[in-house]
């Protein structure tokens, strides 16, 4: 089931919207002192490709960095990128076959808007015996 719905989702709306976090990331490598946003956006662009079956957890050990940098991130680029999340999932959740697909963009807005001091994994480690 995640295989169908990862393949719906990268062609209605997965590559575009990994389109636009990979060019809000070279945006952030232009900048320089931004590089470390422009890693994070490259990280959801991979994420947002292939979203059902991958998790999003915090990392315990993140710092007042990852704080300060997220909102500097929110500031410059997150939050356009959530109200593309927002407005792309409000559209798929109009269709039946849309739902769970409008749930993913719905999913990808906390990390869309703070995208330091999180890391994604596969939703098996945290869910013995999701499939």
Sequence with gaps: ?????????????????????????????????????GIAAWRIANYALWPFGRSIVRRPRAGI??????????????????LGHLISGA?????IIGIPLGLANFKLIPI???PLGVQIVPSDELYPGYR
């Design 65 to 82: 960095g990852s704080l300060i940098g997220n909102i500097i991130w929110i500031i410059l680029l997150g939050w356009e990128l959530a």
């Design 1 to 37: 089931m995640r295989l169908i719905l990862n393949l719906i989702w990268l062609i209605l709306c997965g590559w575009w919207i990994a389109i636009l976090y990979f060019l809000a990331g070279i945006i952030a490598f232009i900048l320089i002192i931004t590089i470390p946003f």
């Design 91 to 95: 559209l798929l959740c109009l269709t």
């Design 112 to 114: 869309s808007l703070l």
